[in-house]
Every structure is written in C-alpha cells, then in structure tokens.
C-alpha cells in the first residue's frame, strides 16, 4: 500500500517517426511486414484467459491482395457471448475496486510497450490487414493509440480531482463509479487506434468491456489484445467478441447488464442499434450510455481570397481526400470552389489526383492502399456511375481494378448542384466531389454546404480575407464538430483536437478529451457531516 497522493506522469504527443530511406525504424517495419506476411496465424476466441476454438473460422484477407490470407479468426456464437458476459461481470467488482494508480500504471506500460516492441507490429499488421502505408499506420496505430492511452489516463484523473465544496461542519465527496453491467465496444475497420479507445477509455474508468472488432480488422485487433495482455491487463476486463455484427450485437444489445455503447462506425448502424436500446429499456438495470461517432460528408470551402494559396489549397483536397484511400471518417469528401478560382486550381489539382501512386503498403512509394473489401469496392463503382450523368462530370479517376485488390483509382467528379447524390451521401473512398460557385455567392453557398448533407463531423474553410473566415465559422458552426482554418480537415490529434460531431455524425462526446472519460463513470455524492443536529426544532420556532 502506498500513502500518498500519486500523480501520473504528464502525458504529451508520440513523435511520429518519418520511416525514411535508410532510417532505422524503416528497415525494422518493412522486416516486420514481411515476416507477418508470411505467417497465418490462427486467432482464438479467450474468454477469462481460456483459449476457445470454436471451428466457425473467419479466414482474414488482405485488401491490396485478395487472395491472400493473412489469418484465420475463430467466431463466436450465442454460447460464447453469455460466457463472455458472466467472465465480465464476474472480474467486475475486483476491478472497480482497483486504486485507480493502479490500473492507469497498467495502460501506462500499455503505451510504452506500444511505443517501442510493439510499434512495428502493429504498425504491420494494420497495413497489412487494412491496406494502410507505413505514415498512415504509424499516425494511426502507433502515435495516436499511444496518445489516448496516456492521455485518458490523464484525463481520468483530472476528472477523479473534481471534487464539490464543503460547507462548515461537513465533508462533501464525489465517487466515480463506474456504470453499471458493462460496456460494449464496436469498432470500425479504419483504425486501429480508435479499436483500442473504444475498449480501453471504458475500462480506464473501472468498468469491464466487450469488444466486437470489425470483420476486416481482426489482425491488427488481436495484436491490441496481445499488448494489453503483456501490460497487465487482467483477464475478462476487455474480451474481444469476433463475429457477426448480427449474432454478438443481437445478444448484448438486449442483456440486463447492459451499462453502455461506445460505437465508431455508419450512422445506419448506430440508429439500429439506438432503436434496439429503445425497444428494450424495460429491461436495463440502468438506461445505457450511448456514445457514437458515425459518417460524414466533410468538406473544403474555399474562398476568393485564397486566390494566392492555390497549392495549399490543392494539397489539402489531395491529402484530406485521399489518403488511406478516403477511408477516414473526417476525409474530405465535397469541395466548394469560386469560379474566379476554378480554372487555376483544377490545372494545378488533375495532374496532382493523377500522379498518386498506389498499390501494396509494403512498397513505401505508394500513397495509397486498397479500399477495405469487395462490398466497398462495389458500392464504391456505383458512385462512380453518377458522376457520368448529365450533372456531372468526373475530371480524375473514375476507374477501379479488382483483379488482385480492391483498387479505385482516385477520383474527382465536377457536380452542377450543391445537392448532388455526390455532394450529399457518404462515400467513404477515394471520391471527392467539387461544386463551382458564383463568387458573388459566398454566403447562399455556405448555407448549402450547412444545409444539404445530414452530416455534420470535419470540415474546412481557405481564406485570406478575415472577415470571410468569420462568417464561414458562424454560417458553419453547426455543419462540423471539428472545423479547420486553411488546413485540410483530416488529423486531429488527441489532447488537441478532440474529435466528434454532431447531427448524423454522432453524439459528439469527443474522442481524445476529458468529456468522453466522462461518460463511463456513474458519480454518487457523498456528504458527511461531523457534528449532526441533536434538536427537531429551529431557531424560527422560538417564543417571542
């Protein structure tokens, strides 16, 4: 027992390693890469530390190389997930009651094992199984996992220091509970660092998680289960579930000890599940907390007055469009140019759009990967259709290559309206769309761009002119949780810009910050007073 107050170590941001030619840390990925391409591995379900082989196997397939597989999955069924429940359920109460040093020190030692033994691992394993390039798996996997490990931990306990104030003659207290039951944690395929927050955020709090990673992420999620493992974690805090959506949701969603739902994925899937939780609140011990991020529409507005920013202006579409193949959910997806502008910016963005290199991550000239799998793929091509209708036009890209991966060629579509399908729906791949407005139009336009997509997650404003980036930032205040100043709308960096939206975009609990840690704890107020009335009556009672 330790007899103090303890502190955690002041967290700051993971410094992202450049992966340069003759650097270190490339040679030792591309090494790891290699050597995970080799292997099969053959994923157990554990429930409380027991190794289950169940023999419905998943086989795990690599993007930028359909046929091969790069690992087999054992799924869970009905049975597995009630014993998954009752594991959780059974380790909770020892785990709540863990001082709280205690467990942070565990997801400390997560991040520093992360940030050394397991930074090419995971970094490999994420470009394999997800077709990310070596930057956008170390910014991903790596760097920012590391940061919402250390900085939860902070955040936890700056929120643990809040405390209410005392009155003479009293002691006023605030206990951070966790919720009751557990936590649900389903994560999308597209990060492996938003994986690891979804389960540990809850846990850092005291509450026990099941984990349902996305079919397509299994590899590198099996890896985040071997590192917390190595931390220390005990076994049935976090129990990774994989499976169908249908078979592992249909059972948790309606269990009495469901606490919460800590959700990334598509707004269609969120709102399902909302009404699951809806049609069922009858038989929660507590009504659940339900944190979601879903889509987006994001976008780019640029004004006249970014005439002479035209490259920054083309590098932010071509970086917050593409990389990682438009598979972000902050991607820039839409595009709002004046047209004294177009005709300059269209020269210089074409030659860029088509000049990007893509293929497998393990060739590190590549900017882009393979989109996730054939269901996106097919749905993506569809899109493409549109923009050979009489609205649009598509300048860039346009084609796909299904031959060995999933490949769509970076496209970029001209639109006639703001409410084109284009401009509207979420892709969420290599598309970017572009509506060409009337300078004089600056503000009718920026009401659209408000107004047209339900979504309102990432956007972007290029301006020189200061007043313009002041009304774009009132018109726009409600279009995007987090919104960029002549920056691309891609990035955010945990403790410095939390990350979330709101409208069809999700709860907005913001990822990243103190107000997500918030919504995993359960507070009960304490007051004691030391020297506690003796007499029923009052002063006022008294005779005249």
Not at 464 to 477: G, P, Q
Request: hydrophobic share 40%; net charge neutral.
């Amino acid at each position: 027992m330790i007899s103090a107050n303890l502190r955690v170590p002041p967290p700051s941001n993971e410094p992202v390693k450049s992966y340069a030619p003759g650097s270190p840390e490339r040679a030792e990925l591309k090494a790891t890469y290699a050597k995970l391409a080799g292997e099969r591995p053959e994923i157990p379900v554990r429930i409380n530390g027991r190794e289950l082989r169940t023999g419905k196997v998943d086989e795990v397939r690599s993007p930028h190389r359909h046929a091969h597989v790069i690992a087999t999955a054992h799924q869970v069924g009905s049975a597995e997930v009630s014993a998954a429940i009752d594991a959780a359920l059974s380790v909770k109460r020892e785990w709540s009651a863990m001082a709280f040093s205690d467990r942070a020190a565990i997801f400390l030692r997560a991040a520093e094992l992360l940030a050394t033994k397991y930074r090419p691992i995971l970094n490999a394993a994420t470009m394999l199984g997800q077709s990310k390039t070596a930057h956008q798996a170390e910014i991903d996997a790596a760097c920012e996992a590391i940061d919402f490990l250390r900085f939860n931990v902070h955040f936890a306990q700056s929120l643990l220091d809040q405390q209410p104030q005392s009155a003479p003659g009293m002691w006023n207290q605030t206990d951070y509970r966790p919720l009751d039951g557990f936590v649900f944690a389903i994560a999308p395929f597209n990060f492996t660092a938003i994986a690891l927050n979804l389960c540990t955020a809850p846990a850092i709090m005291g509450n026990v998680v099941l984990f349902k990673p996305a079919q397509t992420a299994q590899l590198s999620a099996h890896w985040i289960m071997e590192l917390l493992r190595e931390a220390g974690l005990p076994d049935g805090v976090i129990t990774m579930l994989p499976g169908p959506g249908a078979t592992v949701g249909g059972a948790v969603l309606t269990h009495p000890q469901l606490g919460g739902l800590h959700f990334t994925g598509s707004t269609g899937t969120f709102n399902m599940m909302w009404r699951t939780v809806g049609e069922n609140i009858a038989r929660y011990r507590q009504y659940p907390r339900l944190v979601g991020e879903t889509g987006g529409k994001d976008f780019i507005f640029v004004h006249p007055s970014a005439a002479d920013d035209l490259d920054a202006v083309a590098t932010a579409i071509v970086r917050g469009g593409y990389e990682y193949q438009g598979q972000k959910c902050s991607a820039c997806s839409r595009v709002f140019v004046p047209q004294s502008m177009w005709p300059k910016l269209e020269q210089r963005l074409v030659p860029m759009i088509e000049a990007l290199r893509q293929g497998d991550p393990s060739d590190f000239r590549n900017f882009m990967g393979a989109v996730i799998d054939e269901k996106s793929y097919a749905n993506t091509m569809k899109y493409i259709e549109l923009g050979k209708g009489p609205d649009a036009k598509i300048l860039a890209g346009g084609t796909g290559d299904r031959s060995q991966g999933w490949f769509i060629r970076p496209t970029l579509i001209q639109c006639a309206t703001p409410t084109h399908t284009l401009m509207v729906e979420e892709i969420f791949a290599p598309v970017v769309s572009v509506f060409v407005y009337p300078d004089a139009q600056y503000v009718e336009t920026l009401r659209a761009c408000d107004q047209a997509s339900p979504y309102a997650l990432t956007g972007a404003v290029f301006a020189r002119d200061r007043r313009a980036i002041v009304v774009a930032s009132e018109e726009l205040r409600h279009a995007a949780g987090n919104f960029y100043v002549n920056d691309k709308p891609t990035g955010a960096v945990v403790g410095q810009q939390p990350f979330g939206g709101s409208r069809g975009s999700g709860t907005n609990d913001k990822a990243g910050s103190l107000l997500n840690l918030v919504r995993w704890t359960s507070p009960r107020t304490i007051k004691e007073t030391f020297t506690p009335p003796t007499r029923v009556e009052y002063p006022f009672m008294a005779a005249e």
